[in-house]
């Protein structure tokens, strides 16, 4: 009798898996760079518009050029790299970056650059990284396996905190011994470094089904997505709510130093003690590994800035402070690679850098509303008043792990169900021609129907984030048994898409209706085309089916 086989064990996961990976490798030490290249290209650019003007209001400014455009064009990026190839748009992207930024150095090495100008293009660099983020956050899961991914955004993150901490300082000695242009030229130098690896990467293209999307309908879609998938929307809605209220720590540290009479270098100091906090907490969540999952470590880290907020509000000496910000480095990682991770493990790709995009805007969108409103308290009230707040939101915000838990992404199957047959006349019929409306029939005995309709509820949600303008459930008043599930489609093309989007995932959510079908054939779908061309009625014609169709 032939021995058993025994399947070879899974290799362990670790933090530093991804590496593994010569493209993930490459790209990381490239976006490093370029990390640090962005961080001495803010210094540079904030000094220099110092020195070129007397204006406040144009310093201030320097923040908007540099946020804005992730609020104008965070979603427009994130619907691009769902519809184009995302290397193409990775090397348009790091290119325009390098260009904007050696003609900034250039003019300013020449003295032929003014306030307006250093505004205008920090406007234009801001529009190269609002498209370009997207795109890399949505790389990940093509580069790594699905069990590395959580390592490898982690990776991410510390490469941020990495340039963080001495990107700024490598700036400011650039501009104190020669030149804030020799920063900007630098930065360019970084940006055609990333552009190089991302030339040599030999991408595997991703295959998509059914007609392809326009701009403004893979837009909608990807909203769509975002409103009728609750694990995303709880992922929103807690990360608005964590931004908004750890926005207190970046928006107020600054006053606190100054409060303690300390200088501008014992602020850089607190920035650098946050990236070694965020550079830290990678290595624990490396050891941590499965012992704590996403809602736990969120938990952890709100909970965590509760205690910072709180600490900054009463903090008296410059060492308690530093203690206070490593640690807020790691709560930071914790949570944010938390976040990021659910996101990306939680979409299909047809839509996946769509979905990060809106997540990225939501994330913004809480740091600036966050900024306004406990400065604005500091200002009209007091700072100790503002922080204590801070930290009072956050600790209400743990609330929201109730109605929002953070769902478990192990086990997913988002691969699509693309095994479904296909349908008459499905090759002679434009996808421009619609509406369209599905009916699929069940016989569900009436013991069944508390259970079939909990079932079907979950099925709706599906037909609507894939496409469906409407859908619901109906009962035959003569037969009652007979209950039909309708769903309705713009058009034809969009109703194709809707089936190439249905996943593995979905499938079981469709398994748990069909179980419920109680007829001796297959559950009849039929499809109705409204308004049909007069020259082509016969193939238009709905055609009843007893295929098991989405």
Known sequence: MPEPTVAPPTPKVTLWTPFVHAVFRALWIAGLVSNVGTWMQNIAGVWLVTALTASATLVALMQTATSLPAFLLSMPGGVLADLVDRRRLLLFTQGFMALVA??????TLGGGVSAYGVLGFTFLLGMGAALNLPIWQSIVTELVPRPAVPSAITLNGVSNNIARAIGP???????????P?????????????????????????????????????????????????????????????????????????????????????????????????????????????????????????????????LALALISNIYVLYAVMFVSGIAWLLVMTSFSTTVQLSVPKWVQ?????VYMLVFQAGLSIGS????????????????????????????????????????????????????????????????????????????????????????????????????????DVAV???????????????????????????????????????????????????????????????????????
């Open 102 to 107: 050696m003609v900034l150095g250039a003019l």
């Open 169 to 179: 300082a490598i700036g400011g000695l650039i501009i104190a011994y020669y030149s």
């Open 181 to 309: 242009g020799w920063v900007f030229v630098l930065n360019g130098i970084s940006f055609l470094g990333t552009w190089a690896v991302v030339y040599f990467w030999k991408r595997q293209p991703l295959t998509t089904s059914g007609p392809a999307e326009n701009f403004i309908g893979a837009l909608r879609a990807g909203l769509r997505y975002v409103q009728y998938s609750p694990a995303i929307y709880g992922v929103l809605v807690r990360t608005f709510a964590f931004s908004f209220g750890a926005s207190a720590m970046w928006a107020l540290t600054s006053v606190v130093v100054k409060q303690l009479n300390l200088s501008a270098g014992h602020y850089g100091a607190t920035l650098s003690w946050l990236g070694a906090g965020a550079v830290t907490g990678a290595m624990l969540m490396g050891r941590a590994g499965p012992r704590l999952n996403f809602n736990q470590r969120v938990l952890l880290g709100v909970l965590a800035f509760a205690g910072t907020n």
């Open 353 to 357: 850098a769509r979905v990060i995009s």
């Open 372 to 475: 306004l409103v406990w400065g604005e308290l500091a200002d009209h009230l007091s700072l100790r008043t503002s922080l204590l707040a801070a930290a009072a939101w956050m600790l209400a915000s743990t609330a929201l792990a109730l109605p929002f838990p953070m769902r478990s992404t192990e086990g997913l199957n988002l691969d699509p169900a693309d095994d479904r047959p296909h349908t008459t006349g499905e090759d002679r019929t434009d996808p421009d021609d619609g509406p369209v409306l599905v009916m699929i029939e069940y016989q569900v005995a009436p013991a069944d129907w508390a259970a079939f309709h909990l079932a079907a509820e979950q099925l709706t949600r599906l037909r609507l984030r894939d496409g469906a303008l409407r859908a619901g459930v109906f009962a």
């Open 480 to 550: 009652p048994t007979r209950i039909s599930e309708f769903f309705y489609v713009a058009t034809w093309g969009e109703h194709q898409r809707q089936r190439h989007r249905f996943t593995r995932e979905d499938q079981v959510v469709e398994g748990q209706v069909r179980r419920f079908h109680r007829g001796p054939d297959a559950p009849r779908v039929t499809r109705f085309l409204a308004f049909p061309n007069t020259s082509n009625v016969e193939e238009a014609t709905p055609i009843p089916t007893l295929e098991s169709q989405r």
